[in-house]
């Protein structure tokens, strides 16, 4: 089956520093990612969708300078947190579309811990 | 705006019993995906069962069933001889069939199941 997978799996930073997470797509080619934040005991909440090749687009709310998204490849979306503070600690999952694939198909990975000390 | 709503936060069920876990959605749309996911403790998404707007048959993936109700706009998910195993946060999700295809989530339902 289709897997993807996020690296780190958990991340302890410092106050003002930035932290980026990887999504890859490891058997499969993904024209779009999905990148979500859950705090604990809530729902999934969606912060962009990553287009492979062109610019993310953000939800209502998400600072686009403050969570950057890349997508430079079929296989790989970046989530970069830029000057993290600890309002920004939070499980970050991202999910990936297949590429030409039934409108049903999106795979999540396990997700990334993020800690701002 | 889609919106997807679980008005049960906790749910409990006993071994090998069934229970129901609700779902309503408000869409202006005619064609979308509905979709159950199950959140272990691990936090893996695990996709449980999808329902596609357009078909009347409601979908059934072995112990798992849900009741579609398309002018209720209700989307129920049935658990049949519930195993330890199926505890978990539950998520209902809608799809719209747009370009973007992207996932509005319910607020979720924690299932405990009790030995």
């Known amino acids: 089956g289709a897997v993807v997978s996020q690296h780190p799996s958990r991340v302890i930073c410092k106050s003002g520093t930035s932290v980026k997470i990887e999504c890859r797509s490891l058997?499969?080619?993904?024209?779009?990612m999905f990148w979500y934040r859950q705090f604990p005991k809530q729902s999934l909440m969606l912060m962009a969708t990553?287009?492979?090749?062109?610019?993310?687009?953000?939800e209502q709310g998400v600072e686009k300078d403050k969570f950057l998204i890349n997508h430079a490849s079929l296989t790989l979306s970046t989530l970069t947190v830029t000057s993290a503070h600890p309002e920004d600690s939070s499980f970050y999952i991202c999910?990936?579309?297949?590429?030409?694939?039934?409108?049903?198909?999106?795979?999540f990975g396990p997700g990334t811990r993020l800690t701002v000390t | 705006a889609q919106t997807v709503t679980q008005s049960q936060p906790e749910m409990s069920v006993q071994e090998a019993e069934t229970v129901t876990l609700s779902c309503t959605y408000d869409?202006?749309?005619?064609?979308?995906?509905l979709f159950w996911y199950k959140q272990p403790p691990s936090r893996q998404m695990i996709l449980v069962i999808r329902?596609?707007?357009?078909?009347?048959q409601n979908a059934t993936e072995n112990r798992f069933s849900v009741n579609f109700q398309k002018a209720a706009k209700s989307f129920s998910l049935k658990i049949s001889d519930s195993q330890l195993g199926d505890a978990a946060m539950y998520f209902c999700?809608?799809?719209?069939?747009?370009?973007?295809?992207?996932?509005?989530f319910g607020s979720g339902t924690q299932l405990t199941v009790l030995p």
């Open positions: 999910s990936a579309r297949l590429a030409g694939g039934r409108s049903y198909e999106q795979y």
């Open positions: 058997d499969f080619q993904a024209t779009t």
């Open positions: 990553s287009n492979e090749g062109s610019k993310a687009t953000y």
């Open positions: 869409t202006s749309e005619s064609d979308y995906y």
């Open positions: 329902q596609e707007a357009y078909k009347q």
């Open positions: 999700a809608y799809r719209s069939p747009g370009s973007a295809r992207q996932l509005t």
